[in-house]
């Protein structure tokens, strides 16, 4: 069953709305800020191994321990800064995860210099399939594999399957042209 239809049929209410306000506003809308892409990169890593509800309900929490997402500040955390995300209950405190968006961060700076952005690093890869698409980050990136991929790719707009056809959420995320529609 696909998300769009997973989501009507949700109890409790506020389960529901949690997860609505996430597909109708921002499932598979393209992004074109570094740090929202970046945010997005680390909330989809730390969903990995879990369901994607605990990530939503923590979503705050992760934008809060990392700095509202700054690629700047996250790339200079130091050992302090990993042992405080690691005592951090309001997010997922795994080690490999954290240590992954703290080196991603610092890759993202390297794209930024040779493409003047990690929007631009995207487009410049821009198209590719799926599994193209996950030889990439697992070369660039750590903690990157099929699924993280594929889903971090679909929840920004590069990859078709965020909403069925029939979804009036699918016309919002077409009028704002995400890369998969132009291909």
Not at 60 to 76: M, N, T
Not at 136 to 157: C, D, N, P, Q
């Amino acid at each position: 069953m696909s998300y769009c239809k997973a989501i009507q049929n949700m109890q409790p209410a506020d389960r529901k709305a949690l997860h609505a306000h996430y597909h109708d506003n921002h499932y598979g809308f393209p992004i074109h800020d570094d740090n929202a892409l970046f945010g997005r990169l680390i909330l989809e890593i730390n969903q990995a191994g879990l369901n994607w509800e605990t990530i939503l309900k923590k979503e705050q929490a992760f934008k809060e321990a990392y700095s509202h997402y700054d690629i700047d500040k996250v790339a200079s955390y130091t050992e302090e800064d990993r042992e405080r995300l690691l005592a951090d209950a309001g997010i997922i405190r795994n080690r490999l995860k954290i240590n992954a968006a703290i080196e991603n961060a610092k890759k993202i700076q390297v794209l930024q210099k040779e493409y003047g952005s990690f929007e631009k690093w995207l487009e410049a890869h821009h198209p590719k399939t799926k599994e193209e698409w996950v030889k990439l980050f697992k070369k660039t990136f750590k903690f990157t594999g099929g699924e993280i991929v594929g889903e971090f790719l679909m929840s920004i707009g590069y990859l078709k399957g965020s909403h069925d056809d029939d979804c009036p959420t699918q016309q919002k995320v077409l009028a704002q042209n995400p890369k998969w529609a132009g291909v």
